[in-house]
Nanobody, 114 residues
Framework: VQLQASGGGLVQAGGSLRLSCTAS????????MGWYRQAPGKERELVAK???????NYSDSVKDRFTISRDYAKNTVYLQMDGLKPEDTAVYYC?????????WGKGTLVTVSS
């Protein structure tokens, strides 16, 4: 299983970015996945997740600003980030759990300037 995360960059506060996580196969059809982030000096934290049945959860810090979605045809899960704040600055990772094992994509850096 390989996950490729992309879409990070530098944006001003209030701006938007869309992250993509593309899998090497059609794994998102049968497995949930999540977006996580790790800010400098902090632990990695869950940002948003979607189960295989489509149940979505967001962390309180991003609720109403971020949207997770899936495109099965493209084997891709997106994280639309609107209303970005400097505290959203972090490396963002996607993860899928298959048979009890976690598979992580390489992170993509999001930097929000004030």
């Amino acid at each position: 299983v390989q996950l490729q995360a992309s879409g990070g960059g530098l944006v001003q506060a209030g701006g938007s970015l869309r992250l993509s996580c593309t899998a090497s196969g059609s794994i998102f059809v049968n497995h949930g996945m999540g977006w996580y982030r790790q800010a400098p000096g902090k632990e990695r934290e869950l940002v948003a997740k979607v189960t295989s049945s489509g149940i979505i959860n967001y962390s309180d810090s991003v609720k109403d600003r971020f949207t997770i979605s899936r495109d099965y045809a493209k084997n891709t899960v997106y994280l639309q980030m609107d209303g970005l704040k400097p505290e959203d600055t972090a490396v963002y990772y996607c993860k899928v759990r298959i048979s009890g094992m976690d598979y992580w994509g390489k992170g993509t850096l999001v930097t929000v300037s004030s």
